[in-house]
């Protein structure tokens, strides 16, 4: 094809992408719609925690934390009665900023694997806490009946499509953030710590203030997909702070290709879609998900979305 | 007030006595070169000049100010900038992006995360200017990986020239450099603004002296001898332990 052809074809792709977006509700039934909205929260959960691993080079294993700790707050907080979507949303960034400040503090002390190993400690802590304290969070009976929230606006979150867009809505608005933020200077001298701490600090960059704010960061969007999830789930447990939880977009982001925002999502798309559809078909679906992240790491270790950029 | 001084510094590793009472001041405009056998403790010198090391004992001042306490980044705020002995440069980022890290680091927008960095014409600017400057701007989008060794070693200046030090130490800016390469660099370094104090740590004598004003010549982790050029190349025991 001729370079013309290709930027055509490419427009037209990305334009019927966009169209099927748009349209799912009325396309597909509202079991589709149900898994492109969790695409779309696991997404930004994904994005967010790509902040560190893609950008800045922190191997976090334990970022279900602030996923979690958002969910439950916004749990407790619809149980109480006040059901405002977007109040919700704010408190979950708070409560995921605030735990990220908080473990940032004890996690940026340590560098590779033992940055690794406290951050799942730390995330652990919150697990055996939500686990334990039953007459507070439910045990591992966790939280039930929470229902779906409120937006205003006279739309009614309890239709899946309307839910839906909503949850699309608040994916573009993450992304737009998340593409500014990571061109942005800070942004661009989160890649240099990735690439040289030792450079960064020869230039003057306080190099711990910085993976600091990226740690607060990530912290935020993730808290923001921690309530959606609950707003669109009705449920919290304790899974949600759970390592397997934590694991789940670092997957996303060794599948999909971490370092870029598009990479995260794609890989988030394939991951909620084996999820549901091998578990359909088999029992043994984890082994089959187990083949293919190591096929995936083997043969695509910059992740799928690679091909895709190698394409052009 | 004087760029760089040193009192008395000492650097040991275990039992090794790296650097021993070293004392040193560097007046401003000068450029000096440090010279000496491997392992002398150059390059530990310049880690515990730069803030990557601390030292067991002494002081360090940077123009006047005593910062034998500060982090690394805080004494390159001061004003200092460093080069590495292995190249240390960001090689997945394209050489815009480095060159810009480097213009980036003086900026009080370096924290802004709400904007791209697109949108700070200054700093886009100054970073062209740069790569203009020293006929690299035909290669801005080539990771920086994809350089030659020769650029590599170019852009490790550019970048600590980048953040517009007045005290610049550089790390044997021409290690491992063809003969033609090392000439161009010789002659970037000479012809820098007096404005920069520049130490220069060499192995290459031709180049340390054309380069140098005076020299420093370190053994051992102490100052063998310190002087103006000319006295150093009569100096019977610098010829005796380095120059052979």
């Known amino acids: 094809m001729k370079p013309a052809e290709l930027i055509k074809g490419k427009f037209l792709l990305i334009l019927l992408v966009v169209v099927v977006i748009m349209l799912l509700p009325s396309l597909v039934s509202n079991y589709y719609v149900g898994l492109a909205i969790q695409i779309f929260i696991m997404a930004i959960f994904a994005m967010s925690l790509d902040l560190l691993v893609g950008h800045t080079g922190l191997p976090s294993l334990g970022h279900a934390a602030y996923f979690g700790i958002a969910a439950y707050g916004a749990g407790f907080l619809y149980l109480a009665g006040m059901k405002n979507l977007w109040l919700a949303v704010f408190i979950g960034m708070g409560l995921g900023g605030l735990t990220a400040a908080l473990f940032g503090l004890l996690a940026l002390r340590a560098l590779g694997a033992y940055f690794m190993l406290i951050t799942l400690a730390l995330s652990q802590v919150l697990w055996g806490i939500a686990f334990k304290w039953r007459s507070l969070t439910g045990g591992d009976d966790g939280l039930p009946g929470i229902g779906r929230p409120e937006m205003g606006m006279g739309i009614d979150l309890r239709s899946d499509p309307s839910f839906y867009y909503l949850t699309l809505a608040i994916f573009v608005l993450v992304f737009i953030a998340l593409f500014i933020l990571v061109n942005s200077p800070l942004g661009c001298a989160l890649r240099g710590i990735r690439e040289s701490e030792s450079r960064m600090k020869a230039l003057g960059y306080s190099v711990w203030l910085y993976k600091y704010l990226a740690f607060v960061f990530a912290g935020i969007f993730a808290g923001i997909s921690g309530v959606l999830w609950v707003s669109y789930s009705g449920f919290v447990c304790p899974t949600y702070l759970g390592i397997d939880n934590s694991a789940k977009p670092l997957m996303m982001l060794i599948l999909g290709g971490s370092g870029s925002l598009f990479g995260p999502s794609i890989g988030a798309g394939i991951i909620v879609l084996l999820e549901n559809i091998v578990s359909g078909l088999t029992v043994r679906w984890s082994l089959i998900l187990g083949i293919v992240y190591v096929v995936a790491i083997m043969f695509f270790s910059e992740g799928i979305s690679s091909i895709i950029k190698r394409g052009h | ?244």
């Open chain 2, 1 to 244: 007030m004087k760029p760089l001084d040193i009192q008395a510094l000492s650097k040991n590793f275990g039992g090794l006595q790296a650097i021993n009472n070293i004392s040193l001041e560097i007046e401003e405009g000068e450029r000096r070169v440090i010279i000496g056998p491997n392992g002398a403790g150059k390059t530990t010198l310049f880690h515990l000049i730069s803030g990557f090391l601390l030292p067991s004992s002494g002081h360090v001042h940077l123009f006047g100010r005593d910062v034998t306490n500060l982090q690394a980044h805080q004494r390159a705020a001061l004003g200092m900038a460093r080069t590495f002995q292995v190249t240390n440069l960001f090689q997945k980022l394209t050489l815009f992006e480095n060159i810009l890290l480097g213009v980036q680091a003086i900026q009080s927008s370096r924290f802004c995360f709400y904007r791209r960095v697109r949108s700070f014409r200054e700093m886009m600017g100054e970073a062209e200017r740069l790569l203009k400057e020293w006929n690299l701007w035909e290669k801005k989008d080539v990771l920086l990986k994809n350089l030659s060794y020769g650029e590599q070693r170019q852009i490790e200046v550019i970048m600590a020239l980048a953040t517009k030090p007045r005290l610049l130490l550089l790390d044997e800016p021409t290690a491992g450099l063809s003969p033609a390469e090392t000439a161009s660099v010789t002659s970037i370094i000479k012809g820098l603004p007096r404005e920069i104090t520049t130490i220069l740590i060499e192995h290459d004598m031709d180049v340390a002296f054309e380069i140098a004003e005076k020299v420093t010549v370190l053994y051992f982790g102490s100052v063998l001898a310190d002087g103006p050029l000319a006295e150093i190349k009569g100096n019977p025991k610098v010829t005796e332990v380095y120059l052979g």
